[in-house]
């Protein structure tokens, strides 16, 4: 059976002149070997595989198209130009291994990539024709994209993990719900910087009453619902159409300083999300009062 030798360390007492201490003891043991995972090794080789036929297909596209652009432009700009060929096909390969989980999105980016991969195979057989004056050796040189492309999808084949249909719905739905949550964080950055800069552009041109501001959200007059459970220690504050400025003040009579304390009970009070900036300025107007 084969072996291997591995550092075992450990915590163990020691004792001098009658102090004991828990110090590492290192110790080297041989322990049984796994045996060889052949399925891993012949999977990283068909991965290491692919990604040399990617490369040596960029390498060969490239080389071709920018030698057939550099007869109508200099020839940095045409190399350049050539990278997108490949590029384009190989990304769009990357996006649909990121979509696997996700085959109607994924679509999309299979069909372009097989449009991109069928232009860049059309330009390197027009280099091989028209440089050799033979159709033989642009065919061969057009197939050089096509099996590193083949060599790919045989490597995302053997990493793919299929899911069944059941499985397949239920991921989509909760991967909707995370991306709809996920879209939301922007919006509601969008909607507080909108309410703080006509707060701010309204107060600075006089024409809001300080004691209101055009950024609280009673300034609509809708009524709320007043919550089901306020926060026990504010005994005083009246859950109907109360503005911000009267939560603020009842909630310092509470005896509540820190603002994030008060912005929530001030958000209970009102049943609206009412701005943090809203409520630090009612503070210091308290404050200074005080």
Not at 4 to 21: A, N, W, Y
Not at 103 to 121: C, F, I, N, T, Y
Not at 152 to 175: G, N
Not at 186 to 199: K, N
Request: some cysteine.
């Amino acid at each position: 059976m084969k072996t291997r030798t591995i550092e075992r360390t450990r915590l163990v007492p020691h004792t001098v002149d009658g102090q004991t201490e828990m110090v590492l003891d290192r110790e080297v043991i041989e322990v049984p070997a796994p045996p060889r995972d052949w399925d891993q090794i012949v999977r990283t080789a068909v991965t290491v595989g692919a990604v040399v036929l990617v490369t040596a297909s960029l390498t060969w596209t490239t080389a071709s198209i920018g030698d057939l652009l550099s007869a109508v432009t200099i020839t940095v700009v045409a190399y350049a130009a050539a990278v997108a060929f490949d590029a384009s096909w190989i990304m769009c390969m990357g996006v649909e291994w990121l979509l696997r989980y996700d085959p109607e999105r994924a679509k999309v980016a299979r069909r372009a990539g097989r449009w991109a991969l069928a232009v860049s195979m059309a330009a390197v057989f027009a280099h091989g024709y028209l440089m050799a004056d033979t159709w033989v050796i642009g065919a061969v040189g057009a197939v050089v994209s096509a099996l590193a492309k083949g060599g790919w999808s045989m490597a995302m084949r053997v990493h793919a993990r299929p899911l069944d249909p059941r499985t397949q719905q239920w991921y989509v739905k909760r991967r909707a719900a995370v991306d709809g949550q996920l879209a939301m964080i922007p919006l509601r950055r969008e909607l507080q910087r909108g309410r703080a800069l006509v707060e701010a552009e309204q107060r600075s041109l006089g024409g809001v009453p300080e004691e209101t501001g055009s950024a609280d959200p009673e300034a609509s007059g809708v009524p709320e619902t007043a919550p089901e459970n306020p926060e026990p220690q504010v005994s005083a504050l009246n859950f109907g159409r109360v503005t911000t400025q009267d939560a603020v003040r009842n909630a310092w009579d509470a005896g509540i300083r820190d603002p994030e304390a008060v912005l929530r009970t001030v958000r209970k009070a009102t049943g609206r999300d009412v701005p943090q900036s809203s409520v630090d300025r009612y503070l210091r107007a308290l404050r200074v009062g005080a």
